[in-house]
């Protein structure tokens, strides 16, 4: 039915809100040396994100965090590749891959992943036609300007109509490269070049961003909105994150990317529980 969306070999059943978990490949994210420790801690984390219920593994190569350096082909490659393969190889999850590399994406696909998620929504050249060619869902998201300028001066006439209108122009132009709606994921963009006004004006509207039944991923976990609003360093952001993955269920969003996966799960899990009463 349509609320299906194939992942490469699995697939995701959309009429309910699923939980991304992320897994960050980035050499800043660990805090041992080697290769192998690397390997063998991301595992151990997927492992657990897994149980603790998440339907999707989100694996970043290259940190596109506010002033984040910029990776080389070559580095991402040796970074996501060989954490995909290992994951297809031992789970049962639908591996998405964060990058907006041409090649990433491809090699990606071939060693498992069933999902590209691109921050930069397939503007790179060649990016467009790599992901189609991969036959994978697609995750377009919304930015403004580079990671490392995007948060200097965030400005808009108005940010709703603005990330609409950009959405919009990237499914149009998916469709005339030949990648069917059906194949989209629409996203936007929380923290990337947005102030806390634009960030709360956009998760205010979250029902009114995107075209019907096109399904929407919110990627709000520990940003800086919830540290500005709550006045929380990073590491005292869970609670408001809740807060406002409750409120995107609610409106409608399907996948919520997280570091904190079970308590989002359970979370999700209220919030369908009290809309299927709704229903009823
Ligand atoms: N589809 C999708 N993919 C994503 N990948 C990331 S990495 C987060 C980078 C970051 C960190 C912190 C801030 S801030 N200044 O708001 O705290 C902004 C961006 N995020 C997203 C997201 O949302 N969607």
Known sequence: NSSRLPCG?????????????ILNVTPDSFSDGGRYNRLDAA??????????????????????????????????????????????????????VDTSTPEVMVASAAAGAGLINDVRALERPGALEAARDTGLPICLMHRQGEPDTMQLAPRYASVLDEVNAYLQARVEACEAAGITRQRLILDPGFGFGKTLEHNLGLFARLRDLR?????????VSRKSMIGQALDRPVDQRLYGGLALAALAVDAGAAILRVHDVAETVDVVRMVEAVKSARQS
């Open 211 to 219: 075209p019907a039944g096109v399904p929407l991923l919110v990627g």
């Open 43 to 96: 595992l151990l984390h997927v492992e657990q994100m897994i149980g603790a219920g998440a339907s999707l593994i989100d694996v970043g190569g290259e940190s596109t965090r506010p002033g984040a350096a910029v990776v080389s082909v070559e580095e991402e490659l040796q970074r996501v590749v060989p954490v995909v393969e290992a994951i297809a190889a031992r789970f049962d999850v639908v591996i998405s």
């Open 9 to 21: 070999i699995r697939e995701l059943d959309l009429s309910r809100a699923h939980v991304m978990g």
